[in-house]
T-cell receptor, first 115, second 114 residues
């Protein structure tokens, strides 16, 4: 029973393509996140949704568009992929307002390689 | 602007000894600090946290110490076990200003030698 599952696990695609990464959590959490881990191993927040509402949008190119159809799902769509988008993308979830106490639950990551 | 720093990219420790992982931060608004553990091809898993009103929190073999004046925290693992070999991330939250957003360090790879 995977608590936070993201698909696909690996994604190799050409520059200029559009791709999506899906994330689902079965923990009943209100808040979901997308984090990006770049080549320097920096884990940096991209977006946060609380009960389908966008609450954090860091300085991310507008080629990246999150979509939350319900509070259990947060998908990430990327248009016109660039080489610099190559990274590992982690989805995470947390109960509302207690993430600092209990931490997030992360998915296992999606390794995106743009060639 | 790296607000959370882990200056040691790696650490090697003998099984049974103490592992000490260090973390420094610059943002005085941070009020919660967390440690995560990450195995290859998996997501980070939450290990232990500490509020800025405390200076120590203990959970089994894991203890986190916080020195607010030095803006420094450390994770102690005693005794270290081979299964502790992983990458450890320090993270911080400024709940009043940024809600549940976590700012992560770049990680320290711990290797525990049998």
């Amino acid at each position: 029973d995977t608590a936070v599952s993201q698909t696909p696990k690996y994604l190799v695609t050409q520059m200029g393509n559009d791709k999506s990464i899906k994330c689902e959590q079965n923990l009943g959490h209100d808040t979901m996140y997308w984090y990006k881990q770049d080549s320097k191993k920096f884990l940096k927040i991209m977006f946060s949704y609380n009960n389908k509402e966008l609450i954090i949008n860091e300085t991310v190119p507008n080629r990246f568009s999150p979509k939350s159809p319900d509070k259990a799902h947060l998908n990430l769509h990327i248009n016109s992929l660039e080489l610099g988008d190559s990274a590992v993308y982690f989805c995470a979830s947390s109960p509302r307002n207690v993430a600092a106490n209990y931490g997030y639950t992360f998915g296992s990551g999606t390794r995106l390689t743009v060639v | 602007d790296q607000q959370v720093k882990q200056n040691s990219p790696s650490l090697s420790v003998q099984e049974g000894r103490i592992s000490i992982l260090n973390c420094d931060y610059t943002n005085s608004m941070f009020d919660y600090f967390l440690w995560y553990k990450k195995y290859p091809a998996e997501g980070p898993t939450f290990l232990i946290s500490i509020s800025s009103i405390k200076d120590k929190n203990e959970d089994g073999r894991f203890t986190v110490f916080l020195n607010k004046s030095a803006k420094h925290l450390s994770l102690h693992i005693v005794p270290s076990q081979p299964g502790d070999s992983a990458v450890y991330f320090c993270a911080a939250s400024a709940r009043r200003s940024s809600g549940d957003k976590l700012t992560f360090g770049t990680g320290t790879r711990l290797a525990v030698r049998p």
